[in-house]
């Protein structure tokens, strides 16, 4: 079967029902026995070698993956959209993206992809928190970092999922021509689910177990990743719900300054060196107070006028 340069298939003469997809950095210990287990499940397999050093590539190829090389190491997000254009060129009716370190079981993938059959989703994410769904050995930090970055995410989209940072799903054909982001980093997992929101593409969670006892399931990697998934959250729901973002914590500040400026004048008769510290202070956070306040309360109504712009011309939501 022709290829071109990068592992990208051509002239397909039958279209793939079913294609996996799998991010790859350095993962030579786990990759042969990752790729040879999926490929039970599925028609095709597509790793993306993100600027590996090992053998990871060429172990892939060996056991039949086919294998888009990048020089340089790009990201998750980078990975991801190389993955998707390669799916789209081999005119793969649906995709399934899944971790090359072991996590994922790959006798999941039959539950993943049945509602992409049943026309019941367009999107199907493997959720750890909900119904059977679970995980082996989780650390700590990683499980309350998820359900932080998951609770900011619901409250600027409404969307109620429960595990927004899975990093294995299943795309229907609808859903990979729609979906457009462009992150290059691991907060392409929120974008991608926000993107979905936004386009009316079905979402649905298919319970799953994840696996931790695995090579470099658990590193400092993941909470650097963390913290930059967290950020891209909150900038959302600032840019989705300022009000909530910025007037309640301005709030906050303006009655902090109040607080002490009530405290400033009941202690007026102390020493005026101590009086004018607590003064100064109480001033500028209530200044602060107010212009967060200001600022959410301008945004807010920026967004409203907006969206009722849209409906009214356009008829969009």
């Not at 022709?2 to 397909?12: K, W």
């Not at 712009?309 to 008829?315: A, D, K």
Request: hydrophobic share 45%; aromatic share 6%.
């Amino acid at each position: 079967m022709p290829v071109v340069a990068g592992g990208l298939m051509q002239n397909v003469v039958k279209p793939l029902r079913v294609v996996a997809g799998m991010p790859m950095y350095n993962e030579e210990e786990t990759i042969g026995t990752v790729v040879t287990k999926v490929l039970r499940h599925v028609d095709q397999v597509i790793c993306v070698d993100d600027g590996s050093s090992d053998s990871s590539a060429r172990i892939a190829e060996s056991c039949g993956a086919i294998v888009h090389r990048h020089r340089v190491n790009r990201g998750y997000g980078g990975a991801l959209k190389s993955l998707f254009a390669a799916a789209i060129e081999m005119d793969a009716e649906i995709l399934v993206l899944l971790d090359s370190d072991g996590q994922h079981r790959p006798e999941d993938i039959p539950n993943m992809i049945a509602p992409l059959f049943d026309d019941e989703a367009d999107l199907v994410i493997g959720s750890r928190f909900t119904g059977d769904g679970g995980h082996t050995d989780m650390p700590l930090h990683r499980k309350l970092g998820i359900k932080v970055i998951t609770a900011a995410s619901n409250l600027s989209s409404d969307m109620g999922i429960s595990d927004t940072q899975s990093g294995f799903r299943a795309f229907s054909r609808v859903a990979m021509e729609k979906l457009r982001f462009g992150s290059e980093g691991m907060e392409l997992s929120l974008e991608m689910l926000e993107d979905a929101h936004e386009k009316n593409l079905r979402i649905k969670e298919i319970p799953v177990v994840v696996r931790y006892d695995v090579p470099k399931s658990s590193n400092f990697t993941a909470i650097s990743h963390g913290f930059t998934i967290l950020a891209y959250a909150l900038m959302t729901l600032s840019q989705k719900k300022p009000l909530l973002v910025l007037g309640l914590p301005g709030l906050g500040l303006f009655a902090t300054s109040a607080a002490m400026a009530m405290q400033l004048v009941s202690g007026f008769t102390e020493q005026v060196d101590l009086i004018i510290g607590p003064g100064l202070t109480s001033i500028w956070i209530g200044i602060l107070g107010l212009a967060l306040m200001a600022t959410g309360l301008v945004l807010q109504s920026a967004r409203n006028f907006i969206r009722h712009l849209l409906v009214r011309e356009f008829g969009l939501n």
